[in-house]
């Protein structure tokens, strides 16, 4: 999928209030009336030390009163009589006459109580003890602090409370913790079009067709009604990864009329329960509100997959029925022209759910397939114009060379071709860039940096030597275009072949692929007199196609006409077998055979064949990569006419 800032935008929600509320305005004015009052309710008051106290006042017989506050400090009150007299008239108000009355005027922080009583007992010692300074002792509270530390806390809650709410009302797509629920769908409608149209879906004519129907049916639904046809609810794209089903989508998006809801199977599904059914029912709610519309889900196979299965290891997988079930009931739910076609894509049909798949549901199902020589023409053709390439190139010829390939793979070859071409310092992209980019996405990397021993080197000529023989004289190989021994990904050696474009690979087709996948051993046996590691994956290949001819596609005559394999993926052939324990061990029995046979063919042929084996592979070592052509000269012209059009297909 483009990578497309997501949706924000909700039909019907209500832009969130952004200034402050009256509610933040009460507690602002409460906060300052207590402010006022506690400020009014403290005198101003001079702050001073006892020595001044014990100096100034005391001699002079102004303190008419002490008032020792939580036992920590002391205000101090002047006699009314001294109020005209300075430094109490200046100190407390500069430039006035009168020190405030009644007081405090002055205000001490005393260590401890009992020092402060016994230093005023010792300066007032002597003295009378009615005129002796009256010491009160009081208990005062400090409500503000109180009423702060109790209002603090509510205030932080309101204003955290308005936040979630705030950031809840952000609607689809929104990031807060309220709008898990919401569907997370992009939404390309009139103001926000997708840039991709049908213009750049090459071949897919049948799909295309369909899928432009369906916006035919949401544009003008009455030329369908009105002879009372029903128009679908749900369309679904299946095929191979690559295909371009999301690219279909995409352009249906672009070029529909209609506004369109995309979303990934995966989006429906959060780690909280009951996420994925609120985000149907808020997209299928949505999507109501914009009719006529349409609703693309990509991947659906990730909520879609049939209930009940892998259960076991799982347990109950809950949260995904669920989501399952409320897109059931969502389909079932609105009307058939209620103006909202459900467009799916999966790569796996087989693993969905047959109450899904059901008409009144999906009952449009379009196959999407691997594309032909032609279509892959095309394809090219639309993946070549936005690049800047010279006139060696010949598309026909890169359709020819890429069988197998889908959409994907080729847009991949076309942009790999343009890197190795810039990496080259290229003005254009060139015939050998393409052939280079093909090499790679075959193949792998080249690594021509790996360092070989020399001995090593040896028997991977003899390996790669092996293969292509056995493949070259066996008629139903695949034709063989090129050998190489220089190491790529993986890989230490590799030959490519051209596959047939074909429905139907005959049993003798198996077999000899089988050879000439065991060749390589063979040729090492037959050189060396020893075999190596090096045969692991032609073996784990040949295993698994012998495995497939026996239990599968019915070619054992022991066996018999039967096949195991499971299209609709319900079976969990890990945990119970299709078949008896005697049929099992028949089926090893066989699928050993049937590699032995394929091995000691190879083997022979390479034993008939030796003179050219051993010529072959030292021509490998010498050049490291041999040609068709190279071939021809040394094993003569092969059986089966080669087709001209090369590449694909490693061994
Ligand atoms: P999938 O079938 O897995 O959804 P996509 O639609 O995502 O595959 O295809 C991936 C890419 O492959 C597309 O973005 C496009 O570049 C290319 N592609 C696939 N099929 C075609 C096609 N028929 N025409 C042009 N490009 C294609």
Redesign the pocket.
Known sequence: ?AATPSQKETPNSTPPATGPTLLTYLLLIGVIVLFTIYKADIAPRKTTSWLEVEKDMLPKKAIAKIEVINNEEADIYIKEAFADTPPFNEEMKPGKSKAVMPGPQYTLTIGSVETFERKLEEAQKGTPLDQQIDVVYVKRENWLSKILVWLFPLLLFLLFWRYLLRAGAGGAGGTSIFSFGKSKAMLFDKGRKSKITFA?????EEASMEVKEVVDFLRSPEAFTKLGAKIPKGVI?V????????????AMAGEAQVPFFSMSGSEFVEMFVGVGASRVRDLFKQAKDKAPCIIFI?EIDSIGQSRGMNTIYSGSNDERESTLNQLLTEMDGFETNSGVIVLA?T?RADLLDPALLRPGRFDRHIY?EL?NIR?RE??FK??LRPLKTDDTLDVAFLAAQTPGF??????NVCNEAALIAARRKRESINRQDFMDALDRIVAGLERKSRIIAPEEKKIIAYHEAGHALVSWLLKHVDPLIKVSIIPRGKALGAAWYLPEERQLKSATAFTEHLSAMLAGRAAEEITFGEITSGALDDLEKATKEAYMMVAYYGFDKKIGNISFYDSTGQQDTRLSKPYSEETGKMIDAEVIKLLNEAYLKAKELLSRHQEQLIKLAELLLQKEVVFKEDLEAILGKRLTPARETPVAGVL
């Open positions: 999928m750049d879906v090459a071949g897919l794209l095929g191979p990864p690559g295909t371009g089903k999301t690219l279909l989508a995409k990509d894509a790569n999407l594309p279509e095309e394809i639309v993946h889908s959409g994907a793979d080729i847009a």
